[in-house]
């Protein structure tokens, strides 16, 4: 995998990371807004994301995924991305 494609990874994670923190406001975005244009742009400006298509992957998140075991599996991932950038 080279960098640049770590870092998207990178990024990824840590906002899906970030959307399971706060998956009750998630929640609320999405139920809240009224087509999945204004869901995607209300949660990446919540998470603050900068990569283009980061925001559609937490919309695209499976349910299953906001387990307390699912949410350790995401974080884990995200050390070891970050641990593969620095080296």
Do not use: C, Y
């Amino acid at each position: 995998m080279n960098g640049s494609l770590r870092r998207l990874s990178w990024a990824s994670t840590k906002v899906l990371e970030a959307a399971l923190d706060r998956r009750n406001e998630i929640l609320e975005v999405v139920s809240s807004s009224a087509d999945p244009e204004e869901t995607e742009e209300r949660i990446r400006d919540m998470l603050d994301v900068k990569v283009p298509g980061v925001s559609r992957a937490v919309l695209e998140m499976q349910v299953f995924r906001l387990t307390a075991t699912e949410r350790e599996k995401i974080a884990k991932r995200a050390r070891e991305l970050r641990h593969l950038l620095r080296h």
